[in-house]
């Protein structure tokens, strides 16, 4: 065994290529959500794991062609190690191809960068992270801990295909759980929720000659449009996430320009803060209603679409520290901290398991779903490097409490 410090040991076997030719593999099939059709992909990473001799996994299949994949370093409920989770999605946005100038499922890289959808949200991440296991197997190194894969259908529209469902299984069971979603390989230890909501507000209709005989739809809905577009909700702002916003995305209403509209909807964006609860928010929202005059029932009717609770982990946990510790033997500086203005998967393993979890991955969050979207060839490299080091040093977080106490 030779006796070279183990960063250097990595940066000597991280193989560009491999990484390269995985993340443009994962871009060329297509698993644009909706629809979601994750099925080929899964097919695809069995056989890449089956080579590594990790076998091909277990699939986890809620409903046909939304498949996640599990696969580990080993038999977990037999293993003494402590597990650190990779949670990655399998699922992109959908693609206008018209708008890019790169192929978007072609994995073409022009100067330094790769192109496609997925390229960084995060088939990049997802290949960089199998590619550092594969340096640690090449090196030979005995690992303190077992690494688990959970890659995953439909995080991109909620994750109720996928991590909601290993969730509900009692599959996810990890000491720690690293998310390689694009950061811009900074730590994000917190991110906003969010919930969509319908507000339709009710009008008395009357003919449009005479106006004051009826009571707007429009009217109302416009009011509240303004008061919830304008308004600074109270709270104290978040460190790394800032204040929470509320945006009215879409108003829809009346039937004709001779009537009074009796009915009309808006549907806005609410971005929340850790703390808030799904109560809390619509509370905030009626409240707001009410300072004007409004009545719910009468007025208007508020319904939740979708609801997504923000999360964070302690920037003091030991796990924020273990990435810390790798980030820096790597790269040879101290990493970003960061957060999200939306929502990724990992608040299930912080907020229902209380796995502590940081997102850390190669490529930038801003390019995530775009048009050209991207990942640097130099971001995927470093990342490979930086989570091999994470996986032959971590050795779980109660340990790390015990060392530090
Ligand atoms: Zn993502």
């Known amino acids: 065994m030779t006796t070279q410090p183990l960063a250097q040991l990595i940066r000597s076997a991280v193989d560009v290529d491999a990484v390269v030719a995985l993340t443009r593999d994962l871009v060329q099939i297509r698993s644009e959500n909706p629809p979601g059709r994750e099925t080929e992909v899964v097919d695809f990473l069995r056989g890449v794991f089956d080579s590594m001799g990790l076998g091909k996994g277990t699939v986890v299949e809620p409903v046909p062609g939304r498949q996640s994949l599990l696969v580990s370093t080993a038999d977990l409920a037999r293993s003494a190690k402590p597990v650190l989770l990779i949670n990655g999605h399998l699922d992109t946005v959908p ?14 890289v022009h100067d330094g960068r790769l192109f496609g959808r997925g390229s960084a949200d995060m088939k990049g991440g997802v290949a960089a992270a199998i590619t550092a296991l594969q340096v640690c197997r090449a090196l030979g190194l005995e690992l303190p801990c077992e690494i688990a894969f959970h890659l995953v259908a439909d995080e991109e529209l909620g994750g109720a295909r996928g991590t909601a469902v290993l969730l509900h299984e009692g599959l996810i ?115 707001r209603i009410a300072s004007l005059g409004l009545a719910p029932g009468a007025d208007y009717d508020l319904a939740v679409d979708t609801y997504c609770e923000p999360s964070e982990i ?10 810390t510790e790798s980030f820096e033997a790597m790269t040879g500086r101290a990493p970003g901290i960061t957060g999200l203005p939306f929502t990724t998967d990992a608040r299930f393993m912080r907020n229902q398991l209380a796995i502590p979890t940081v997102v850390f991955g190669p490529g930038r969050f801003e390019l995530a ?3 050209d979207e991207y990942v640097e060839v130099d971001a995927l490299i470093s990342a490979v490097a930086v989570y091999a080091h994470i996986y032959a040093t971590f050795t779980g977080t109660q340990q790390l409490n015990d060392r530090m106490s």
């Not at 104290?236 to 879409?250: K, R």
């Not at 302690?314 to 990435?323: K, N, R």
């Open 314 to 323: 302690d920037a003091d946990h030991p796990f924020v520290g273990t990435i």
């Open 173 to 287: 069971q990890a000491d720690a759980c690293l998310d390689p979603e694009p950061t811009g390989l900074r730590l994000c230890l917190a991110e906003r929720g969010l919930m969509f909501a319908r507000i339709t507000t009710h009008g008395v209709p009357a003919h449009g000659s005479e106006p004051s005989k009826g009571r707007s739809a429009i009217i109302t809905a416009a009011a509240i449009a303004q008061a919830l577009h304008d308004s600074e909700f109270p709270q104290t702002p978040h460190p790394l996430l800032g204040a929470t916003t509320c945006n009215v995305g879409v108003i829809r209403g009346g039937s004709a320009p001779n009537v009074v509209p009796e009915e009309c909807e808006l549907h806005i964006d609410r971005r929340t803060l850790p703390g808030d609860t799904e109560q809390s928010v619509v509370k905030g929202l009626t409240d």
């Open 95 to 108: 693609v206008r191809p018209d708008a890019w100038r790169h192929d978007p499922f072609g994995g073409d």
């Open 369 to 371: 779903h775009t048009v």
